[in-house]
């Protein structure tokens, strides 16, 4: 076989294929250079390493383009890597992959991979998350996810430690300076957090009865959202029964959820945890209707089957709490049946219509269908 001919009419195939608007200049490029990386590889175990140089030469002259040794020793280097994968990335650029190349670890290489695709990463900022040893700061877990392609979750991403670039005009280093810090540059911070996360407010006030607490910064994760759900009940026993339910349930065993009543000793540490998206359903009683100030909450299913209106409208006011990206919540009404209960569940429906509410009635009838 001639290499040199046939690595020559690849990248003069190539060459024209760029000046075709219509063609994909990503996948002629990818195709290109893995069929003269392979032509390399062959070249080099029939003639000697040499070849590299002696090709390289005649290809700057012939082409009149500069096919330097290194450039050729990438392209044979990217062979090796996708033969190694076994998988070339459309959504990855040749760019993309000649910074990988230098890595020799499979998993780590396949970790950048993934980000590229989800995250649509330039080269440049790829450059930046490998200088910043990003994979070397994840914890073990989450390597060891990658490396098995199971299911991840948002903890899994928050690297260890998280690098803050510091700032000189403060010469003291505090809790209060991090803060500001962290603020000056959120997005970088963001993106040591991980995927998806968004900035809400700082020093966000949540009311507790007649106290007000402070998150130091809100955030909300688009990516991993899950419609943070509150299930009102009106007494702890039925409270318990839909915590037992729910928390055996298969499809939800990666949620956390938790119940409080009155009686819970940590009941401000759990609503605190809620307000800030560490927990997605929060199973609770009418504790909730006053004075608890929840914006991440999306959802709200009342089991609770008041037939009075201050309790309903209390308990719809914890759905009206707005934050950035926040459009619209959800309210699921338990329809009761019996002589009182179900009156009280289409007084309940009524108030609805009348406050302006958009009602789907999915009333269940006692035969079993819809």
């Not at 509410?357 to 819809?370: F, T």
Request: glycine content about 4%; overall charge positive; hydrophobic content about 30%.
């Amino acid at each position: 076989m001639n290499y040199y001919n046939e690595i020559k009419n690849e990248l003069i195939n190539n060459e024209i294929n760029r000046k075709v608007k219509s063609y994909s200049i990503n996948k002629s490029d990818l195709n290109t250079y893995y069929n003269v990386g392979k032509l390399l590889l062959d070249a080099g175990k029939n003639y000697g390493e040499g070849i590299i140089k002696e090709y390289s030469l005649k290809l700057t002259e012939d082409l009149n383009i500069k096919y330097d040794v290194s450039s050729l020793n990438k392209m044979r280097k990217f062979y090796i890597l996708i033969k190694k994968l076994a998988t070339v990335s459309p959504n990855l650029s040749y760019s993309h992959y000649v910074e990988l190349l230098p890595y020799d670890d499979l998993n780590k290489i396949r970790y950048y991979i993934k980000i590229i695709s989800e995250q649509n990463l330039s080269v440049r900022q790829l450059r930046e998350r490998l200088k910043s040893d990003e994979y070397e700061r994840l914890p073990e877990s989450t390597k060891n996810k990658i490396i098995n392609q199971d299911k991840s979750n948002m903890v899994d991403f928050v690297k260890n430690p998280i690098i803050i670039k510091k700032n000189s005009k403060y010469d003291i280093f505090s809790e209060k300076v991090l803060q500001k810090l962290i603020l000056e540059d959120i997005e970088n911070f963001l993106d040591e957090l991980g995927n998806g996360f968004t900035f809400i407010k700082s020093e966000y006030p949540i009311k507790i009865g007649d106290r007000y607490n402070y998150i130091d910064l809100l955030l909300y994760n688009i990516k991993y959202n899950r419609l943070p759900a509150i299930i009102v009940t009106r007494f702890i026993e039925h409270a318990e029964s839909l915590y037992k339910y729910y928390t055996n349930h298969p499809e939800l065993k990666d949620y956390n959820i938790r119940v409080i009543d009155h009686t819970s000793k940590n009941r401000e540490s759990i609503i605190n945890q809620f307000a800030q998206g560490k927990i997605d359903v929060l199973i609770t009683t009418y504790i909730i209707k006053r004075g608890i100030n929840l914006p991440l909450a999306v959802y709200l299913q009342n089991a609770a089957g008041s037939d009075s209106e201050e309790d309903i409208s209390q308990i719809c006011g914890r759905m009206e709490r707005t934050f950035k990206g926040k459009k619209k919540s959800y309210l699921d009404d338990m329809y009761y049946y019996g002589q009182y209960l179900e009156r009280h569940s289409k007084h309940r429906i009524n108030y609805y219509i009348r406050t302006g509410m958009k009602v789907i009635n999915l009333k269940k009838k006692r035969n079993g269908k819809l």
